[in-house]
């Protein structure tokens, strides 16, 4: 069971921000395992178990990433990644277009959320002629997160505006991705157990907007209608 991260979690993020370089990793990789590595897996293996069995219907799969980066994609940057996340989604190739929960660590923060980032545009013009048809589904989804002030809607908007449904589903409509993030300082509950009800009960929160845009896919070709 998770029972919470440690100062000793900061710092080692804090030194690997500050020494990304295989060196100082090797000299260190005890301290990533046991304070990070660790309780990170701890938190995803009772989140995933809490989700899936609250919501076994959805197919549910834990995916913990690894702090090595991709040799291929490294653009300059150290060997390592500076922070470390886990995802429950449903399996598939492209990880970016299918919506999934999420949470990440970072030397100085925290997060966790629900969202795609590589949407497909004909993903989201579904989700415009949803809109177009019937927005009071989509402006009920909208009022629920607002309501809740948890999470703010974290996506880059187009340039050109594709047009204006009325200030509460602006950003739906005119966003290339559609996700919800909630950013914390590493404090308070970071350190204590009942940081995985925090995380399960906005989760929770954020399955009918998830199970809305797991459904646009199967929309009809918004050319076609």
């Known amino acids: 069971m998770f029972q919470g991260y440690t100062q000793g979690t900061i710092d080692f993020l804090w030194g690997l921000k500050l020494n990304n370089e295989r060196p100082w990793f090797q000299a260190h990789k005890e301290e990533f395992?046991?304070?990070v590595?660790?309780?990170?897996r701890e938190l995803a293996a009772q989140l995933a178990q809490e989700m899936t069995q609250a919501y076994p219907k959805l197919g549910l799969e834990l995916k913990v990433s690894r702090i090595y980066r991709d040799a291929r994609r490294l653009f300059g940057r150290g060997p390592y990644k500076d922070h470390l996340w886990f995802s429950l989604r449903k399996p598939g190739e492209h990880d970016g277009m299918i919506p999934c929960f999420w949470f990440e660590v970072a030397a100085d923060r925290y997060g966790y959320g629900m969202g795609c980032w590589e949407v497909p545009?004909?993903?989201?013009?579904?989700l415009r002629a949803r809109i177009d048809r019937d927005p009071k589904p989509v402006e009920k989804l909208a009022r629920a997160v607002k309501r809740r002030g948890e999470f703010q809607m974290d996506g880059h908007e187009y340039k050109r505006p594709k047009?204006?449904?009325g200030p509460l589903l602006y950003?739906?409509?005119n966003s290339k991705q559609i996700s919800f993030a909630c950013e914390c300082n590493c404090e308070d509950l970071f350190f204590k157990p009942e940081l995985a009800d925090q995380v399960l009960e906005g989760w929770k929160s954020l399955v009918p907007q998830y199970k809305f845009l797991c459904s646009l896919p199967g929309d009809p070709d918004p050319d076609h209608m």
């Open 33 to 35: 395992i046991a304070l």
């Open 171 to 173: 950003p739906w409509y």
């Open 121 to 126: 545009p004909v993903t989201m013009a579904k």
């Open 37 to 40: 590595d660790q309780p990170t």
């Open 163 to 165: 047009g204006d449904p």
